[in-house]
């Protein structure tokens, strides 16, 4: 019942927790004793081989160091979303590029506008960067609210923008380049790329050369997060392969007959290369960054102090107030903006892939600038004006998390028809199934003309498909505008009745009678033997000798082959695999989550038609 993209969601809806408790902790902690936060943060550490090694203070090594592996997996979620995802559809990716660019060039021109004339308008970087760890955990703490789609549209518009304002960083506030370790970070980096593209698949030889290029680019002056950002991309995703999930089953099997430790390690690697090495590392990787790495983040910089004489002087500096319009109102605007532009000029080609209510959330979240801001603010200014920025980039993050609760609630508000037309919008989702349904080839149960069709493939051997089964039964019950649609997926290396059993469904559906044998089938999933699907056939009042004869001359193999060609083609490898009107569902198949899903799909429907 649990899916990895369930627990990805559990983890950051969890995480988002545990940065809201830092965030609190360090400012409480850095106006009751701002000397022993400082104190502690600036404590020196170094790392030493021989005549070479890296010093930096605690607050460096969290923020060069352990955010390396938050970008890495935040660069590993936007590659499965370019190869699995939303993003696979190439002409997906031009508005959030299109939008991660603008949204950095408007906040810089207001913020340019309000510091015209003054000594600090070269603070300007300060103001364009959304901060990815809050963008993510405000989506997770409000993503309730919002559709599933908004948040592949925000993480590939936080990466563009975590690409540039790093390339900004690097030319324009650092004069101290080392040219010479530059070059040697794109040089073991362009080794990475070859070892990667010779197939090898160790994750200890790209784990110490990722270790060589973020050393170079930390001498070199850039910030080595990047390295994190890059090695995430260039991690290909893919679907489970049946026929690598039915080697691991048989390579069990000699395991299970003779447990050897020669064995064993065979069984381990056909296991890990059955699974794409994203979704492994994401895995791998995820909770610590969500629940340590971020959360050690947030308390290392949001520790600022906060009295009277500060607020009262960053209510009337350009500083404060240029960084906090930039991102709150820039940002939004630069969203929105852009998406209309460009839906407009492409005669609605290229549209956000969710509504413009949902579009204008994601523009206030984006104004949540921090991790970069910061960053910037550091090398830009000093003394009185490097505390006004801070607490403009404070004051953003607030304020854009207010305005965002503030636009859901409005859009909460909105008559049920505009509200989900707010939402969900009018593009189309991307179409998994790769054979449509056909009524007059496919079985179905339910109204033939339902705007919701449920497709699930399925193994009649398949305890789960035995489990959902009564769920499938209660969404028909519930829903009157469903229809739902079995297709075979024997899988005949863990379940050898199956391929018989989905042939003798099939010899029953030659007598008008698939959906009763379909569900003795599985009702009685522990005896599926011939002698068994005999006498399925005579308790359901078909012709014994008819079946028992189509059964032997396999009529149905033909129709089950056909079945699991399709299933292929869609990228099903295991059962069951439901589609929600063409839409893989990736969630689990309780009756909560398949009901939530066809809401949607109805939803969405409604929305789409006239």
Same mark, same amino acid.
């Given at each position: 019942?649990?899916?990895?993209?369930?627990?990805?969601?559990?983890?950051?809806?969890?995480?988002?927790?545990?940065?809201?408790?830092?965030?609190?902790?360090?400012?409480?902690?850095?106006?009751?004793?701002?000397?022993?936060?400082?104190?502690?943060?600036?404590?020196?550490?170094?790392?030493?081989?021989?005549?070479?090694?890296?010093?930096?203070?605690?607050?460096?090594?969290?923020?060069?160091?352990?955010?390396?592996?938050?970008?890495?997996?935040?660069?590993?979620?936007?590659?499965?979303?370019?190869?699995?995802?939303?993003?696979?559809?190439?002409?997906?990716?031009?508005?959030?590029?299109?939008?991660?660019?603008?949204?950095?060039?408007?906040?810089?021109?207001?913020?340019?506008?309000?510091?015209?004339?003054?000594?600090?308008?070269?603070?300007?970087?300060?103001?364009?960067?959304?901060?990815?760890?809050?963008?993510?955990?405000?989506?997770?703490?409000?993503?309730?609210?919002?559709?599933?789609?908004?948040?592949?549209?925000?993480?590939?518009?936080?990466?563009?923008?975590?690409?540039?304002?790093?390339?900004?960083?690097?030319?324009?506030?650092?004069?101290?380049?080392?040219?010479?370790?530059?070059?040697?970070?794109?040089?073991?980096?362009?080794?990475?790329?070859?070892?990667?593209?010779?197939?090898?698949?160790?994750?200890?030889?790209?784990?110490?050369?990722?270790?060589?290029?973020?050393?170079?680019? %930390?001498? *070199?002056? @850039?910030?080595?997060? #990047? $390295?994190?950002?890059?090695?995430?991309? +260039?991690?290909?995703?893919? =679907?489970? /392969?049946?026929?690598?999930?039915?080697?691991?089953?048989?390579?069990?099997?000699?395991?299970?007959?003779?447990?050897?430790?020669?064995?064993?390690?065979?069984?381990?690697?056909?296991?890990?290369?059955?699974?794409?090495?994203?979704?492994?590392?994401?895995?791998?990787?995820?909770?610590?960054?969500?629940?340590?790495?971020?959360?050690?983040?947030?308390?290392?910089?949001?520790?600022?102090?906060?009295?009277?004489?500060? %607020?009262? *002087?960053? @209510?009337?500096?350009? #500083? $404060?107030?240029?960084?906090?319009?930039? +991102?709150?109102?820039?940002? =939004?605007? /630069?969203?929105?903006?852009?998406?209309?532009?460009?839906?407009?000029?492409?005669?609605?080609?290229?549209?956000?892939?969710?509504?413009?209510?949902?579009?204008?959330?994601?523009?206030?979240?984006?104004?949540?600038?921090?991790?970069?801001?910061?960053?910037?603010?550091?090398?830009?200014?000093?003394?009185?004006?490097?505390?006004?920025?801070?607490?403009?980039?404070?004051?953003?993050?607030?304020?854009?998390?207010?305005?965002?609760?503030?636009?859901?609630?409005?859009?909460?508000?909105?008559?049920?028809?505009?509200?989900?037309?707010?939402?969900?919008?009018?593009?189309?989702?991307?179409?998994?199934?790769?054979?449509?349904?056909?009524?007059?080839?496919?079985?179905?149960?339910?109204?033939?003309?339902?705007?919701?069709?449920?497709?699930?493939?399925?193994?009649?051997?398949?305890?789960?498909?035995?489990?959902?089964?009564?769920?499938?039964?209660?969404?028909?019950?519930?829903?009157?505008?469903?229809?739902?649609?079995?297709?075979?997926?024997?899988?005949?290396?863990?379940?050898?009745?199956?391929?018989?059993?989905?042939?003798?469904?099939?010899?029953?559906?030659?007598?008008?009678?698939?959906?009763?044998?379909?569900?003795?089938?599985?009702?009685?999933?522990?005896?599926?033997?011939?002698?068994?699907?005999?006498?399925?056939?005579?308790?359901?009042?078909?012709?014994?000798?008819?079946?028992?004869?189509?059964?032997?001359?396999?009529?149905?193999?033909?129709?089950?082959?056909?079945?699991?060609?399709?299933?292929?083609?869609?990228?099903?490898?295991?059962?069951?695999?439901?589609?929600?009107?063409?839409?893989?569902?990736?969630?689990?198949?309780?009756?909560?989550?398949?009901?939530?899903?066809?809401?949607?799909?109805?939803?969405?429907?409604?929305?789409?038609?006239?």
């Amino acid at each position: 019942m649990r899916t990895p993209w369930r627990d990805f969601l559990r983890t950051e809806t969890g995480s988002a927790t545990f940065l809201l408790a830092a965030v609190l902790a360090a400012l409480a902690w850095a106006n009751i004793g701002p000397d022993s936060y400082e104190a502690f943060w600036g404590t020196p550490l170094s790392l030493e081989l021989g005549s070479h090694g890296v010093s930096l203070d605690l607050r460096e090594w969290v923020n060069n160091g352990l955010m390396t592996l938050f970008f890495f997996v935040v660069g590993l979620e936007a590659r499965r979303e370019f190869d699995m995802g939303e993003l696979r559809e190439r002409r997906r990716v031009t508005l959030p590029l299109l939008v991660g660019i603008a949204g950095m060039l408007v906040p810089v021109a207001i913020y340019l506008g309000i510091n015209s004339g003054h000594a600090s308008v070269h603070g300007w970087g300060a103001a364009m960067s959304t901060d990815t760890a809050f963008a993510l955990g405000m989506l997770a703490l409000i993503g309730s609210r919002l559709p599933a789609g908004l948040r592949p549209f925000i993480l590939t518009v936080t990466v563009v923008d975590d690409f540039v304002a790093l390339c900004v960083i690097a030319i324009a506030y650092n004069d101290r380049i080392s040219v010479a370790a530059l070059v040697v970070a794109l040089g073991i980096f362009g080794v990475i790329l070859l070892v990667r593209a010779a197939g090898v698949r160790r994750g200890p030889v790209y784990a110490l050369l990722a270790i060589a290029t973020w050393t170079a680019l %930390l001498k *070199s002056g @850039v910030d080595p997060v #990047v $390295t994190g950002l890059a090695i995430g991309l +260039l991690t290909n995703a893919y =679907p489970a /392969a049946r026929s690598d999930l039915e080697r691991a089953s048989f390579l069990f099997r000699l395991f299970r007959e003779q447990p050897t430790p020669e064995l064993e390690r065979s069984v381990r690697q056909g296991l890990a290369s059955a699974i794409s090495p994203n979704e492994r590392l994401q895995r791998m990787f995820h909770p610590w960054t969500s629940y340590v790495i971020v959360p050690l983040f947030a308390l290392a910089n949001t520790g600022i102090p906060i009295g009277s004489e500060q %607020l009262s *002087s960053a @209510v009337h500096s350009p #500083v $404060t107030l240029g960084i906090l319009l930039g +991102l709150v109102l820039g940002k =939004p605007v /630069a969203v929105l903006g852009t998406s209309w532009l460009a839906s407009r000029f492409s005669h609605g080609r290229t549209r956000p892939p969710v509504g413009w209510g949902a579009t204008a959330a994601g523009g206030t979240i984006a104004g949540v600038g921090f991790t970069v801001s910061l960053l910037i603010a550091t090398l830009a200014f000093n003394g009185d004006q490097l505390e006004e920025a801070k607490i403009g980039i404070l004051g953003a993050v607030v304020c854009a998390f207010a305005l965002t609760c503030a636009v859901t609630a409005v859009i909460g508000l909105l008559p049920r028809r505009t509200r989900i037309r707010a939402l969900l919008g009018a593009t189309e989702a991307i179409v998994d199934l790769a054979a449509p349904v056909d009524a007059e080839r496919d079985h179905i149960r339910g109204r033939p003309d339902a705007p919701v069709t449920v497709v699930e493939y399925g193994d009649f051997e398949c305890p789960y498909c035995g489990q959902a089964e009564p769920v499938v039964r209660a969404l028909l019950a519930d829903f009157g505008d469903v229809r739902y649609v079995w297709r075979h997926l024997p899988l005949t290396d863990v379940h050898p009745h199956a391929q018989l059993a989905a042939e003798a469904a099939e010899a029953a559906a030659a007598q008008g009678a698939f959906w009763p044998m379909h569900d003795l089938l599985l009702e009685r999933q522990d005896a599926l033997r011939a002698s068994d699907l005999v006498g399925y056939a005579a308790e359901i009042g078909l012709d014994a000798q008819r079946f028992q004869q189509d059964l032997r001359n396999r009529i149905g193999s033909g129709r089950v082959a056909e079945d699991v060609e399709s299933a292929d083609l869609s990228g099903v490898s295991g059962t069951p695999t439901f589609f929600i009107n063409g839409v893989r569902h990736h969630g689990a198949y309780d009756i909560t989550h398949l009901a939530n899903a066809v809401r949607t799909a109805r939803q969405r429907v409604a929305v789409q038609r006239p």
